[in-house]
């Protein structure tokens, strides 16, 4: 096995145009398991925790741009006011070890359905910066994952960054596990509230071969919310809207049965969570809502 | 594919392709450090290995607990088998190979990590910490006395990665309160569950600074 | 002879911090431990070492057509392939029935029975020879049900069929009945040990022909009589030595690498080093049983017992391991600490094709707790009654009649330990706004902010025997020396009884300095040399290896009044030792014993049993089959999010009697390290098969509590002494284990109002899903 270590971007591109079958490594908890556990064998290793440029984020237009290689610790610590729904599912990744290493570019790149960062990157509409010797594109992160550990890029492209807005509104991300921490997802859930379009995004994590949108759900609370004009004057939702829209977005799974968990329980901790999540957004929504006119009475 | 894309390839070619006898990469960060041989138990281990690693095994150096070491891995070795099997550094214990148990804990660059998970070629210019870098001669470091004084393990099996996690805790400044110690040192995992008293610890341990 | 010694040998322990019994000195291998130089079994390295790896069987039931190892052989770098033919012995281990092949023969039973050995310069090598040896297997249909196996029912297995062992148990009126009944199902989950370190261990060819062996494991002796059988070896060729153990809880009360290793020395004449990964690890030793529990308690309208009907089956799986003492156990304490005047219990112990269990911490008497405590709850439920106040008015007492008929002749004091755990303060229910998540059930996942949120309170007590029983000739042998090193009196102990992490290392510091009077206390490495200190399991070695190595100091005191005896011109009578002094009833302090001692050394070695117990009658099992009891009791308080079917333990206090508490310190480690290992199999824990094959081999998917999983515990422990024990101890290792999971399922109960009659409860099961 080669192992290559690139200084810059432009040169890991070089490298993964030339040898696509190079597989990149970053943090490594993806990847060294699959290594550890003769899962994988590599014909070659690319090295891109040298890359200082992967590493940073930075404004970008309206959006914040996210190096693929700056780990979760960074992301909570530095950008947890900016981007709460991504903060807090870094916070249930792994342990505070593996936060220290672990990047959302590996979650991407390992485009397991599991991965915690999924379900926030598709509620906040994120788009996916990937990058070859052809050029730059942004895939849009519902555009992304295609099925089990698989995900929209070509073999000779590398992950740059993943551009997010900085939250205008409350974000919310939830999990399920069987432990109080290190803790794979039995199924997760990410809601956020893009006021400024009059809709909410919504997502659903570990309970289908890929994380997915909940489509139907966020149609049906776009339509409640417009229709009742609660973006402008906020009032606290209907019991029946959040059950409804828990309901809704639990339908957007396909789970499995496996040995986390049924596909019945999650189908069922979904609606939960879906209904809580988007109960706690929206009650922050509401609280921010008053201070403002309060403060502009 | 255009032509033009010819620089680029020669330019990993020279400077990036870490693979046996392309030691390039590494050869300034060798001269960086001085550097200490490897134990006589190691080079004994390599000259077993050779016959079958000799062909991808590549030369680098590590530099742990103050001092560069030379050795030859394949790009596949963990840091933790680098430092277990071959640099002679077997305080850092193997629990999991997966990252779930936390008993392969070091500092890398004062940060700590689970060295199952990361390999040794990634980590040559890096500063490593391991639990046999902590005490200095007979003084042990505060976070090893506060472990014996509240005995904070039974089997011994985790303590390596709890000390290491520890001391990390403590310089990150997450021991304001006990939940603080726990959730911080929730990667860790105790089979004996001598949690009680490895909070403890951390928490004595955290109120000592070190001169 | 060995050839050479290896690198990191155990060496002695000399760390010797002052501390008689009931006090809590430090380790003397804390030191060591926290530096990182304790030397563990994975850390043994030689000289021209070789690695050992194991082929293992993909298939849960199969037979062998036929083994080809030529490719795997020319494998550049492999010393040797080994298969059932090379082993020169007997073919055949086992703790009790020898009944397990070292390498499968032209059948295996489990998946991940040893089939091939290979020995190579590296481990990788290794691998790659054992994916070149060709097994063709004709792939077999499974045993896996437990009970299908109790009744003849299914392919036998072994010669005698799949009955491991039945013991019934018949005590007073078999026809009586009651005007209170309520019946139970229960079932409770395989579970792991995942002890932190896995197997490993380094054998070294002896130049004599025999072999030296490093390891870390349970019971020296037992492995050695074993390991020659296989090598077809005297004993005297097969030394061992106990290397640094990460952690056992009986899951190295069986062989794993011992042989196997032993076998690759001998042929390829070089040390061999074998070390499981955590996946083989799973493979590599036996799991607690996982068992169906069908009861059905008779009382009277005001909660008095008047009968317990049981029938408890074990799943033993593919070999016998300990399942015979795991039966016995389960049946003789099947109905609990309890006064039942009349109970018919019948338990068995079978073969399948699901992986082999055997020893955990608890053996056998937690799966019959956790029935025999959710069957009280329900009794306390059908006649009103408060789930403690049940309990104690049934709570056996000092002179109550076990089952088997044996009388409990010291200490039992259940009601007591209720009634402490009863009296504790209550947690406050947090409910301050904003929430700390990390208080609430799911913790930093964010699950809720208190939404479905209900505290539950649950109580249980369990009873465990001490020691080995039903006539098993359980013995410890402690060797004691004492002289003058450099002018400073010194002892040095020496016993072949394995410190696991459990502290016996410090426990026998203690009474040598309490016996001797003699401050520096080194501990010798424990092996073979000497003779057998019996297994580290069963609540043991402080009762029989701390009463072997009391004994040795009187055989070395009266030795050394002798001494003065003879060199002072003293009567030897009314002497005694305090501060290194010898002094005397009459006369006071009469010399140093540095003095008394000059050049000589007093060096002696004892054999010591507890008393005899008895077998019990196959028919009626009845016998006084146990040596003491233990009793512990908890009181679990959760919150449930019984919504997501998620739970926080949010305390969890317990109350023991230990009899005396050597090492207080060490008392509580072991109180708490029980009680987690009850909230693992309560919660979390479980080796999920499905048709034979484990589906969670790895520490992703079998989860052990953290940090954040384990509460607080506030803990209370007695100190009623047993007169028949050395200095009044009661083992501590095991009862809280056995009582933490029951409470904890009982709290859950509380507040869900669901039966919950498996263990572990997992979420689907408060949710319905």
């Known amino acids: 096995m080669d192992f290559l270590i690139p200084s810059t971007f432009a040169e890991a591109l070089a490298i993964k145009a030339e040898r696509p079958e190079v597989v990149p490594i970053a943090g490594g908890t993806d990847v060294m398991v699959e290594l550890n556990f003769d899962h994988r064998r590599p014909t070659a290793l690319l090295d891109l925790t040298r890359i200082a440029e992967l590493t940073e984020w930075a404004p970008s237009e309206n959006l914040l741009r996210v190096g693929a290689g700056v780990p979760y610790v960074r992301i909570i610590d530095e950008l947890g006011d900016r981007l709460p729904g991504l903060a807090m599912a870094s916070r249930t990744v792994g342990s505070p070890q593996i936060r220290n290493r672990g990047t959302v570019g590996g979650n991407l790149g390992a485009a397991s359905p599991a991965g915690d960062t999924h379900p926030v990157l598709l509620a906040c509409d994120a788009q996916v910066e990937v990058a070859s010797v052809r050029g730059t594109r942004m895939i849009p992160a519902a555009e992304f994952y295609l099925g089990v550990k698989r995900n929209a890029l070509e073999p000779d492209e590398l992950i740059a960054a993943v551009h997010l807005a900085p939250a205008a509104a409350p974000q919310q991300f939830s999990k399920v596990g069987t432990r109080n921490a290190m803790v794979i997802a039995v199924c997760s859930f990410a809601v956020a509230l893009h006021p400024e379009q009059g809709r909410v995004g919504a997502a659903v994590g570990s309970a289908a071969p890929t994380p997915r949108r909940a489509l139907a759900a966020e149609e049906f609370l776009a339509g409640e919310l417009s229709d009742a004009g609660l973006w402008e004057s906020p009032k606290p939702l209907l019991d029946s809207v959040r059950r409804r829209f828990g309901e809704l977005a639990a339908e957007a799974a396909s789970p499995i049965d496996d040995v986390r968990g049924t596909a019945a329980y999650r189908r069922h901790a979904l609606a939960v969570l879906a209904r809580r999540t988007l109960g706690w957004a929206w009650q922050d929504y509401c609280g921010t809502g008053e201070t403002r006119s309060q403060s502009c009475a | 594919m255009p032509d033009n894309s010819e620089t680029p390839k020669q330019q990993h070619k020279r400077r990036t392709v870490l693979k046996a006898g392309g030691a390039a990469a590494i050869a300034g960060i060798a001269a960086a450090h001085s550097v200490t041989e490897a134990s006589a138990a190691t080079q004994a281990q390599d000259a077993a290995l050779a016959a079958d690693t000799e062909a991808s095994a590549v030369p680098i150096v590590l530099t742990v607990n103050g001092q560069a070491r030379q050795l030859r891995v394949e790009p596949r070795v963990t840091l933790l088998d680098a430092l277990r099997e071959r640099l002679d550094l077997t305080g850092t214990k193997k629990g999991c190979d997966r990252g779930e148990c936390g008993a392969c804990t070091v500092l890398v660059d004062g940060r700590r990590i689970k060295s199952c998970l990361t390999l040794a070629v990634m980590r040559q210019d890096c500063a490593i910490t391991t639990v046999e870098g902590l005490a200095k001669g007979d003084d042990l470091h505060p976070v090893q006395a506060a472990f014996i004084r509240h005995d904070a393990f039974q089997c011994g099996g985790c303590t390596s990665g709890q000390i290491m996690s520890a001391v990390a805790v403590i310089d990150e400044g997450h021991t304001g309160s006990t939940d603080e110690i726990r959730e911080w040192m929730s990667g860790n995992i105790c089979r004996c569950a001598a949690y009680p008293n490895i909070v403890a610890a951390v928490q004595d341990a955290a109120k000592e600074k070190r001169p | ?769």
């Open chain 3, 1 to 769: 002879m060995s050839k050479s010694a290896p690198v990191r040998t155990p060496t002695d322990l000399t760390s010797s911090v002052a501390g008689g019994i009931g006090a809590s000195p430090q380790r003397p291998d804390g030191n060591l431990k926290v530096r990182g130089e304790f030397a563990y079994a994975s850390d043994l390295w030689h000289e021209d070492m070789i690695w050992g790896a194991t082929l293992r069987s993909p298939h849960p039931y199969a037979r062998i057509r036929s083994i080809d190892i030529t490719e795997a052989l020319k494998v550049p770098g492999v010393y040797a392939v080994l298969t059932h033919s090379d082993v020169p012995g007997k073919n055949l281990y086992g703790l009790e029935h020898p009944d397990q092949p070292v390498l499968a023969v032209d059948v295996v039973r489990y998946q991940g029975e040893p089939v091939a050995l290979v020995g190579a310069d590296h481990p990788e090598t290794a691998r790659r020879a054992m994916e070149r040896i060709a097994v063709d297997y004709e792939v077999l249909e499974p045993v896996v049900d437990m009970e299908d196996a109790a009744h003849g029912r299914g392919t036998p297995l072994h010669p005698g069929g799949n009955l491991v062992r039945h013991v019934p148990i018949r005590h007073g009126d078999q026809q009586v009945t009651a005007e209170v009944v309520v019946t139970g199902e229960y079932e409770v989950g395989m579970q792991d040990q995942a002890f932190l370190g896995p197997e490993s261990g380094l054998a070294v060819p002896g130049e004599d022909g025999g072999i030296d062996l490093y390891v870390a494991t349970q019971w020296l002796h037992v492995d050695q009589k074993q390991v020659a059988q296989a090598l077809g070896l005297p004993l005297d060729k097969v030394r061992l030595t106990l290397s640094g153990v990460g952690g056992a809880f009986g899951g190295r009360e069986d062989l794993s690498m011992q042989v196997h290793a032993s076998l690759l020395a001998l042929h390829t004449g070089k040390p061999v080093k074998m070390v499981y990964n955590r996946l083989e690890s799973f493979y590599g030793h036996v799991h607690r049983h996982p068992a169906k529990l069908y009861y059905e308690h008779g009382a009277d309208r005001d909660g008095r017992l008047v009968y317990v009907k049981c029938r408890i089956y074990l799943d033993g799986g593919a070999y016998a391991s300990s399942t015979p003492a795991v039966v016995a156990n389960a049946a003789t304490l099947g109905v609990g600490p309890y006064d039942v005047p009349n109970a018919t219990v019948d338990c068995w112990g079978v073969y399948t094709n699901n992986p082999p269990c055997g020893a955990m911490r608890g053996f056998g008497a937690v799966q019959a707790g956790f029935a025999y405590e959710s069957q009280m709850d329900k009794l306390a439920a059908a006649v009103g009654l408060d789930p403690v106040e049940v309990r104690i008015r049934n709570a056996m007492h000092e002179g109550s009649l076990m089952p088997t008929g044996q009388v409990v002749d010291s200490a039992a004091p259940v009601a007591e330990l209720l009634r402490r755990v009863k009296d504790k303060p209550l947690p406050p229910v947090n409910r301050t706004e904003p929430v700390d998540i990390r208080e609430m059930p799911g913790g930093a996942s964010n699950t809720t902010h208190g939404e479905g949120v209900v505290r539950g309170i649950g109580y249980a007590v369990g009873i465990k025997n001490v020691c080995f029983s039903e006539g098993y000739d359980d013995f410890s042998t402690a060797r004691v020396r004492v002289q003058v090193i450099g002018g400073e009196l010194s002892a040095l102990a020496h016993t072949a009884a394995c410190e696991v992490g459990q502290g016996l290392v410090t426990i026998m510091q203690q009474i040598v300095r309490t016996e001797l009077g003699v401050e520096r206390v080194t501990i010798a490495p424990m092996d073979t040399t000497i003779g057998n200190g019996g297994s580290t399991s069963a609540s043991r070695q402080t009762y029989v290896t701390g009463g072997a190595v009391r004994s040795a100091c009187q055989t070395v005191r009266g030795r050394l009044f002798e001494l003065a005896a003879r060199k002072l011109g003293v009567d030897a009578v009314g002497l005694s030792l305090h501060g290194g002094k010898l002094v005397s009833d009459l006369h006071g302090v009469l010399a140093d014993l540095v003095d008394v001692l000059g050049d000589d050394v007093v060096d002696e070695t004892v054999e010591w049993r507890h008393r005899a117990t008895e077998s019990l009658d196959p028919v009626t099992g009845q016998g006084n089959a146990h040596v003491q009891y233990g009793f512990a009791a908890h009181r679990a308080v959760v919150d449930v999010d019984v919504e997501l079917g998620l739970v926080k333990v949010v305390e969890l206090d317990c109350a023991q009697d230990v009899g005396k508490a050597l090492n207080p310190e060490a008392v509580l480690g072991q109180i708490q390290g029980g009680s987690a290992q009850g909230l693992g199999l309560a919660v979390m824990e479980e080796i999920q098969t499905s048709g034979g094959k484990i589906r969670n081999p790895s520490f992703t998917d079998y989860l052990i509590p953290t940090v954040l999983d384990m509460p607080p515990m506030s803990i209370d422990v007695l100190e009623l002494a047993d007169p028949h024990a050395p200095y009044g101890i009661r083992g501590v290792g095991e009862p809280p284990t056995i009582s933490s999971t029951p409470a904890i399922v009982a709290a859950i109960r509380a507040a869900t109002g669901l039966a919950l009659t498996r263990a572990p409860v997992r979420p689907e099961h408060i949710t319905g899903t």
